[in-house]
T-cell receptor, first 112, second 114 residues
Framework: LAKTTQPISMDSYEGQEVNITCSHN???????ITWYQQFPSQGPRFIIQ???TKVTNEVASLFIPADRKSSTLSLPRVSLSDTAVYYC?????????????FGSGTQLTVLP | EPEVTQTPSHQVTQMGQEVILRCVPI?????FYWYRQILGQKVEFLVS????????KSEIFDDQFSVERPDGSNFTLKIRSTKLEDSAMYFC????????????FGPGTRLTVT
């Protein structure tokens, strides 16, 4: 799995758009980028996954530039309940290596 | 929406005792996982399970650990002789598709070893 770097923490205010960037300089051709969210004392929750350009679902958008060496998770109009740790994971799910390797993540705190 | 369930939510045990943590994965999922998270630390992979056998396991998953799918719905993690350092949240996860990192996690079992 490619090594990822993301900010340790971020603060935002309710109603704002939040962008969390993850750096993955050693991403391989077959690697996908996946983001998870974790609330305190709960299991991680899948948010979004992408390979290139832009992916959007009902929760977030994922922007991946052409060189794929970084990615940005965008959360529109955050609320207090979006306060959580956000993890960026990079790897190829094909083959035998399907376990998720979590880093330290980004602690997002949404303020009123 | 289907979800992964885990029991118990909290287990307290004495050092040296055996514990069994139970999970019911999402019914049409074929791939099952156990992870743990020591308080304040990262989520760590323990083991993955497919077709009634272990697919991969980490260095943490030593001879004290075992997994089993005793029937068509349950997936269990057994720790034979618990140690203080086994105290952690244990998460079960399942996925439908092998070629995806989209795994569904349960709420966890908090294991406290005294």
């Amino acid at each position: 799995l490619a090594k990822t770097t993301q900010p340790i923490s971020m603060d935002s205010y309710e109603g704002q758009e939040v962008n969390i960037t993850c750096s993955h300089n050693n991403i391989a051709t077959n690697d996908y980028i996946t983001w998870y969210q974790q609330f305190p004392s709960q299991g991680p929750r899948f948010i979004i996954q992408g390979y290139k350009t832009k992916v959007t679902n009902e929760v977030a958008s994922l922007f991946i530039p052409a060189d794929r060496k970084s990615s940005t998770l965008s959360l529109p109009r955050v609320s207090l309940s979006d306060t959580a740790v956000y993890y960026c994971l990079v790897g190829s799910p094909s083959g035998s290596a399907r376990q998720l390797t979590f880093g330290s993540g980004t602690q997002l705190t949404v303020l009123p | 929406e289907p979800e992964v369930t885990q029991t118990p939510s909290h287990q307290v045990t004495q050092m040296g005792q055996e514990v069994i943590l139970r999970c019911v994965p999402i019914s049409n999922h074929l791939y099952f996982y156990w992870y743990r998270q020591i308080l304040g630390q990262k989520v760590e992979f323990l083991v993955s399970f497919y077709n009634n056998e272990i697919s991969e396991k980490s260095e943490i998953f030593d001879d004290q650990f075992s997994v089993e799918r005793p029937d068509g719905s349950n997936f269990t993690l057994k720790i034979r002789s618990t140690k203080l350092e086994d105290s952690a949240m244990y998460f079960c996860a399942s996925s439908e598709n092998r070629d995806s990192y989209e795994q569904y996690f349960g709420p966890g079992t908090r294991l406290t070893v005294t």
